[in-house]
């Protein structure tokens, strides 16, 4: 777990270090110097990317994270044909959604026409977006196998958000003239990303092309295709999941593509939460496809139970921050971005849930027992579009929040009957009620209590207070073994 527990450190640095870029960006720079519109509209091309990248791209993922040390343990490193592969089909399966984009806009044009019609004038954008986004989703698992974890979430969470920055800054001055200039260039951004990942791939010296099939890829190829064929649909029916809110904002709610902004500058503060599961995710999931490989369940139980708890103790730790801060937060953004607050708190819930019950879509997808991970995310899928369309038609953005948040506690509640009733093992304990019970204990009361007049320095005298007191009880009661060893080892060195 150290080793782990030292890659998710610094992928943590880099991916916080661009949400901070990040935050600056969506928090200050888009709603001042761009109307609602075309802030949604960068959201929204990017979300419609990440679909199209999924379905050309995901079902190639699960296939080498869980595959690779099977080649690696009978093949030498020339004769690793699974790198060729995996990008060879990637480059397929993107030509054909070209090939296939051309038809898709007339119904664009349709749905979203009326509400939001900058989308549907803009939408071949999203090719230029996608095809980057493929080239980082296929390299960034290769890097993960190698060790590369850290510099892989530099290039694709820190360099993405600092090249957005530098566009909007040369927008401002001046120096990009005209939205069009700006949204093309934006569609861009993730090209120096792929190009670097690309390099550093390649630099480890793991890979190499090979394009004839070797043994293991004749010997496993049927079960690896009928793999990646369910995880294609498990992961398009994941990234619709998360996708599908703006979506259908723009195309059903009054607003269209301004509510749309104001969601996801909730997604956005929501979305600090996962920097750790997204380093732990990198950083774990070798580890849990080796342990599969060796039927080492004591140790999958230890990783279920350490990540499930970690990942509580600091969304909860990250969501009491971000409440305080959400008045100024409010006041700064004006009356176009009101009722920030409630929504916050919904979907804050919604984030607790899936990041408490740990790292089971990973446990699940790399086992024997992967269809359940294929049936549940096709069942969230479905109940999650079917929720926030009607809820969203009905009562706007409110609507979405509580469909999303309702979705999340159906389908994390199957995985963990699932993997109780099948593995018997499960990752909560007394230390996850008692690190619930703290934050809330020391979070209400700082904020709906205490009355500072001033509100910025209520914003950092709250956060604070909040931050040093929450941290200083979870080390004092050591509620985790990790936080508390690496507590033990900064204070020796400092």
């Known amino acids: 777990m150290s080793t782990i527990r030292e890659q998710s450190i610094r992928s943590s640095i880099f991916i916080y270090a661009g949400f901070a870029i990040g935050a600056f960006n969506v928090l200050f720079l888009f709603p001042r110097y761009f109307t609602p519109e075309q802030f949604g509209l960068t959201r929204v091309l990017l979300d419609i990317a990440l679909i199209v990248s999924t379905l050309c791209a995901a079902g190639l993922l699960p ?23 995996s990008m060879g089909a990637a480059g397929i399966f993107f030509l054909l959604m070209v090939l296939i984009f051309p038809w898709l806009q007339p119904w664009a044009m349709r749905k979203f026409g009326y509400r939001s019609p ?7 954008l999203v090719l230029p977006l996608a095809a980057s986004l493929i080239t980082i989703s296929v390299l960034e698992v290769f890097a993960w196998i190698v060790g590369r974890t850290a510099v892989a979430n530099f290039l694709k969470e820190f360099l993405f958000r600092l090249l957005t920055l530098l566009l909007i800054l040369a927008w401002i001055s001046g120096t990009v003239v005209g939205f069009e200039n700006f949204i093309l260039f934006y569609s861009l951004l993730f090209v120096p990303s792929a190009a670097l990942m690309a390099w550093v791939v390649w630099q480890s010296g793991e890979f190499s092309w090979s394009f004839r099939a070797s043994k293991v890829t004749r010997r496993y190829g049927p079960i690896m295709t009928k793999y990646g064929i369910a995880y294609l649909a498990s992961a398009v029916l994941n990234i619709l999941a998360k996708t599908n809110d703006t979506l259908i904002i723009a195309s059903q709610s009054q607003g269209g593509l301004a509510d749309a902004a104001i969601f996801t500058i909730a997604t956005y503060l929501i979305t600090v939460m996962e920097v750790p599961q997204r380093s732990l995710v990198a950083s774990a999931s070798p580890a849990i496809a080796m342990a599969w490989k060796n039927n080492d369940v004591n140790k999958l139980e230890r990783l279920y139970k350490k990540t499930a708890l970690n990942l509580l103790i600091i969304a909860l730790g990250i969501l009491g921050v971000v409440l305080c801060c959400l008045p100024l937060l409010e006041q700064l953004l004006g009356k176009g971005y009101q ?20 790292l089971n879509s990973q446990i699940l997808q790399l086992s024997k027992h992967w269809k359940i991970d294929l049936l549940t995310n096709m069942g969230f899928v479905v109940l999650a579009i079917v929720l926030n369309y009607f809820l969203t038609k009905n009562y706007g953005i409110m609507g979405t929040a509580v469909g999303s948040v309702s979705s999340i506690l159906a389908f994390n509640a199957v995985r963990f009957i699932y993997i109780k009733k099948i593995y018997g093992m499960q990752p909560f304990g007394t230390e996850n009620i008692k690190a619930i019970a703290l934050a809330v204990g020391i979070a209400v009361p700082l904020i709906f209590f205490i009355r500072i007049e001033h509100i910025l320095a209520a914003t950092l005298i709250k956060s604070l207070l909040f931050i040093l007191t929450y941290s200083a009880c979870i080390i004092r009661f050591k509620l985790s073994e990790d936080i508390s060893s690496l507590y033990a080892s900064l204070k020796a060195k400092f």
């Open 339 to 358: 009722g920030l607050t409630l929504l916050m708190i919904i979907l804050g819930i919604g984030k607790l849930i899936d990041l408490g019950t740990g």
């Open 63 to 85: 296939v080498a994270m869980r595959f690779y040390p099977f080649y690696k343990h009978h093949l030498p490193k020339k004769q690793n044909d699974l790198f060729t592969w």
């Open 118 to 124: 900058m989308l549907a004038h803009h939408l071949p």
